[in-house]
C-alpha cells in the first residue's frame, strides 16, 4: 500500500501545478524574484544574504519541512523571529499557493514530499531567462538599452536621512559578501551572479548611476529594495546605521570616484 500513500500524496501538487500553468501564474519567476535572494537558486538557503540572517534561511532540501498548508500560511503572514516575511500584499493567494507548491515540487525531500522530476518547462536559471552557462571571459553581461540622462545633477551632498552618518570602511564588509555577486567588487554590475539576472544588476560607475544615486537615493534603495528587480529590501535584515555604512562604501568607493580612474578602457 506504500506506493499508493505516495501516489495520493503526489497526485495534488502535479493537478495544481497543471492548473497553474493553466493560469497563466510563472511560480519558477515568483520563485526567484521573491524567494531565491535568501533561500538560493537551488533553495538550500546557500544566498548572499544567508551569512546576515540569524536565523539563517530555510534549507528546504533537508527532511522534515512543514507540510503545504503551514507553507501557505507562512508564505502569506511571515514567520516571526526571523527575516520571514509575509507576502500577503505583494503576491495573491494563488500565487502564493503556486509558489509554495514549486518550492515543494522542485526543492523539499523527505517525509513532509517525496521527490518529484522537474516541472514541465522550468529548467533551472532558463525559467527566468538567463542563460546556461557565464558568458565568455571578456563579454559585457549588460544589455544594450538606451537611458535619458537627467538633465541635472542631483545634490551630491546630501546627507543621510535620520541624521545618520556613513562610514565606507565599516560597510565594505557587507558589501563584499553580500552585494558584489550582483553588482561586482567594482561596483560595475559584472558580479558572478549577474549574468542571469534581468533587469541587470545596477552599474555603479555608469553616468546614470553617478548624476542619481545621492546619500538619500542610496539608502532608500538599499533598505526598501527596487520592486521588478533582484534588489531586496535589507532593512529586514540589517539595521539604519548598517545600511548607511554600506551606502558610504558605495558612493565613496564607485559612485564619487572619476570614471577614468574606475572603468578599465
Not at 546557500?46 to 532540501?61: E, I, M, Q, V
Not at 549577474?194 to 552599474?203: G, L, M, Q, T
Amino acid at each position: 500500500m506504500k506506493p499508493i500513500s505516495i501516489l495520493c500524496r503526489v497526485a495534488p501538487i502535479v493537478f495544481s501545478m497543471s492548473a497553474v500553468a493553466a493560469s497563466g501564474i510563472q511560480p519558477d519567476l515568483l520563485y526567484h524574484n521573491y524567494c531565491s535572494v535568501c533561500h538560493g537558486d537551488k533553495g538550500d538557503g546557500n544566498s548572499r544574504a544567508r551569512n546576515s540572517l540569524k536565523p539563517p534561511p530555510r534549507d528546504f532540501t533537508q527532511p522534515g519541512q512543514a507540510n503545504r498548508d503551514a507553507m501557505v500560511q507562512i508564505v502569506t503572514h511571515g514567520k516571526p523571529g526571523t527575516a520571514m516575511v509575509g507576502w500577503k500584499t505583494q503576491l495573491s493567494g494563488a500565487e502564493i499557493e503556486a509558489v509554495v507548491d514549486y518550492v515543494r515540487t522542485r526543492f523539499v525531500s523527505g517525509p513532509a514530499s517525496p521527490g518529484l522530476p522537474p516541472v514541465a518547462g522550468v529548467s533551472g536559471i532558463h525559467a527566468h531567462g538567463g542563460r546556461a552557462s557565464p558568458p565568455a571571459a571578456g563579454v559585457s553581461v549588460a544589455e544594450p538599452a538606451v537611458r535619458r540622462l537627467p538633465t541635472v545633477r542631483v545634490d551630491m551632498s546630501l546627507p543621510y536621512i535620520g541624521g545618520l552618518k556613513g562610514t565606507a570602511s565599516q560597510g565594505k564588509a557587507f558589501y563584499d559578501d553580500n552585494c558584489a555577486t550582483c553588482h561586482g567588487v567594482k561596483g560595475d554590475g559584472q558580479g558572478p551572479r549577474a549574468y542571469f539576472i534581468r533587469p541587470v544588476p545596477r552599474d555603479f560607475l555608469s553616468d546614470e548611476a553617478r548624476m542619481t544615486l545621492n546619500r538619500p537615493a542610496l539608502q532608500a534603495a538599499i533598505s526598501a529594495g527596487r520592486l521588478g528587480t533582484e534588489m531586496p529590501a535589507w532593512s529586514k535584515v540589517i539595521d539604519e546605521q548598517q545600511i548607511a555604512d554600506v551606502a558610504e562604501y558605495v558612493l565613496q568607493s564607485f559612485i564619487l570616484t572619476a570614471p577614468a580612474n574606475t572603468r578599465s578602457q
